[in-house]
Structures are given as structure tokens and as C-alpha cells.
């Protein structure tokens, strides 16, 4: 990062009053600083590699968390899936209509001026419209969906993701979006940390809620992967990184040709 | 760009003469609209199995029949085994390829219903060095849209894929490496790993 770059931010900090947050972004300039220099933007670590250096600690976590999934998150997903998918999908949309003024605020740290817009009309219907924001009314407007962290704003900023880390109970990440996901915890206005009073209880609840929906909705292909891969660490490893990089990166040519030409050579690693 | 059929009426004609030339010398004149054509045939196709109203074992079988069909099962088979299958003989790469065939279009197969009331538009398309990549946006009932990308090749003598992404996960590596870890869960015997995959439900 160029010290134009450092100027350019220090110049948006003046504009954040929300509390904490200077302090925690000045803190995440000087990671950043230090981890841009070592993290894998490198393109031999990528794509088809990764970089694991704390793979005994991470699978340590990993088993921890088949334990959780299984013995609680699973059993009570589906408990929870007794409730009418209709209604389930109002805590949904109330969830993430919580995270859009953070996603806005990431969005204005990227620089992405369409994203704050849609953020602001987004969080604004869905509120009003949108009856507290139960019900996602942008997305009947034909408004897109808005999905960014701080995690993408450091990448935005050019930190490299880093060693990939699985965390407990919230599972596979990186370095990099790890430490986004405590930041954004800190930051965004509706999270447990940032709302005041009996309140401040709301949000996590709501944001468990869209979990256990999800993870009902998606036990297909959950199961499969926890419970009968051969290696489900190794898998889902791979699955979150390769989905990562995909989302941030989207489908801008990269440098190296991510695709795999198996006629040409069938056993190249 | 548009999936009508119309569309890629030439394709099907083109897609046709190349089938009917089966046992030539590969062509390597697949055109884009060969590529796309490709995708919807097999959309098509599976939407089609799935409306049959049949048992879910019945639907599970003839999803193998399309991914003999429409897929390049040999290479997939081969790049998927990967360097361990260096050392296999013809008849075990042959099994192989045959319970990687089924393994594969169970796997992804099993999930059918999900698939129900969806759609597929093709976005984009470009050429790779073996052919074409097909970018599409699934539309599924009750999720948001996300993104499958295919990749097409006539390298096997036929228009045929060879790799599929879905939202950037890439089929062939993920598989390569969950069916590594399968070998190393049975010591590295590449017969009794057919013969599992062989009878997996």
C-alpha cells in the first residue's frame, strides 16, 4: 500500500464517527501493512494451492466442529425446520437486513459508490417497506443483492488472504477474513457489540435463526461434505477457498489461467 | 446472450454430422454454438428426467446414462484418480472410470429435487485451449441465482465437457483430492476403492 493509499484512508477515518472504529481500522492498517508483505497473492499458493501452515490446530478445530454440528447445530436445525419455511425466511431477510448499513459502510471503504447506493435504497425499503425488514422488499424492485465484509474491504486494499484458519463454530476461513469478521463484529451498527440496552440481544438472535435455516436448507449438500467425505477437513478446505476467491475475484481474468486442460496433461499435480 | 433453441439450430445440425462422424479423427472445428448447444441439450435433458415421475433409484440411473453421454467420463476419470492411477492397469482404469461414473452422477445427483422448477440461462462463452468455457446463471426455486460454469471440449472425438464450477468450485479438483483422500483411507488399493465406489449408496 502506497502512502497515498494511507493518506486516502486517514482521510475517511475523519468521516466515521461510529465509536471504536478509528481505533480498530488504524489497528488493521498496521496488520495490513505487515501481512501484505507475506500473505499468498502469490499465484504458485493459489488457485490449485493453498497455504496451511497451522493444519494440525485447524484440524484440531475442524473435529470440534463435526462434534458442535452434529450434537447441537444439527439436531436443533432441525427442530428449528418444524417452523414454516415462510416464516423462517422473515428472520432471514431481518438478519440481513441488519448487516446492510455494514455492508455499506465496507462498500464505501472499497471505494464502490453503486454498492453504498445500493445498500442505502436496500436497508431504506426494506425497513419502511419491508415491515422492519421481515420482508425484502428491494429485492421485489429488482434492487440486486449486496453481500461484502471487511474481510473484501482488506482485500479491496490489497491485504492477501493469508493462512487459511478454521474457526470454531463459525468454520473455514483465512487470516485475512477472520480478522474482518471480528472488525465487522466491532463496527457494523447492529451487532451485539454495537447496539445499547435489552436491545443488544436482538441481532444475535436473529443472525442464529438465519443459521439454522440455512443449515437446514442446505443439509443436503452439508451432510454429504461433514459426514461422508473421506477427508471432509481437506474438502471443505478446499470448497472455501476456491468459493472465496471466486466471490472477491469474481470472473475477472486472472493472472494465471485457472482452468485445467486434462487432454493436455492427465497427471500433472 | 439467449438459450433459445432456434438460436442454436445450426448448432444442432453441426452437433449431429459430429456425432454421426463417430469413429473419425477428432474434428477440433467445435463452434461456440456446438459449446452452448451442448449445455442446453443436457439441461434439457436432466429437466426431463426429473419430470419422469420415476422411482428416485430409476432417476439416479438414468443421470449416469446423461453423464456417459454428455461428459467426457474417461479423462474426467483419469484426472480425478491422478498421479496414484500412474500405476494402474487398462482394466483398473477402465473400472475405475465406470464406478467414478457412478459415484459422480449419485454425488451430485442425489440433491435432484432442488433442481425442481429451475432454470439455466447461458451467460457468456469463451474459448480455452480445449475447447469452450459456458458461463450460466442457475435460477433456483426459493435461492438466490448463482453461477456454473462448463467447460466443453471435442478433444475425445465428440462435443463433450470436461469440468463443471459451481460459484468458483472447481469439480474435477475438489474431486481429485476427495478421492485421493478415499485411496489413503483404504491404504492406497485402488480395487477395493472401485469395488466401494462401485456399491456406495
Redesign the interface.
Known sequence: MSALDVRRMTQLLGLLSFRGIKKAVLAILAVATLTACTTSQDPAARIDGFNDPYETQNRAIHNFNKGFDKNLFRPVSQGYAYIPVEIRDLVNNFSENLATPGEGINSLLQANLPNVGIAIVRFGMNTTIGLGGIIDAADAFGVPDLNTDFGETLFVWGVGEGAYVEMPIFGPSTQRDAFGFVVDFFTNPFTYATVDGPLRIIPPIAYTGAQLNNRDKFKGTIDALLYESADSYTQSRSIYLQNRRFELEGSVPQDEDPYIDPYLDPYAE | MNTSLSLSRRGFVLGASAVAGLGAAPSFAMTENQAIALVDKVVADINRVIASGKSDDAILRDFETLFARYADVN??A??AL??D??AASSGQKRAFADAFKRYISR?YG??FR?FIGGRVEVMSARP???GF?I?TTVFLR???PY?VTF?V?D?SGQDKF??I?I????L???ER??IG??L??RGGDLNRLIKDMKTAS
Open positions: 479423462i474426467m483419469q484426472y491422478g498421479p492411477g500412474r454425488k442425489r440433491q432442488d480455452i485451449r480445449a468455457e458461463k426459493g435461492q438466490s453461477e467447460h471440449s478433444r470436461f469440468n464450477f460459484e468458483g468450485v472447481n474435477l479438483l475438489t483430492s476427495e483422500a478415499m489413503d483411507q
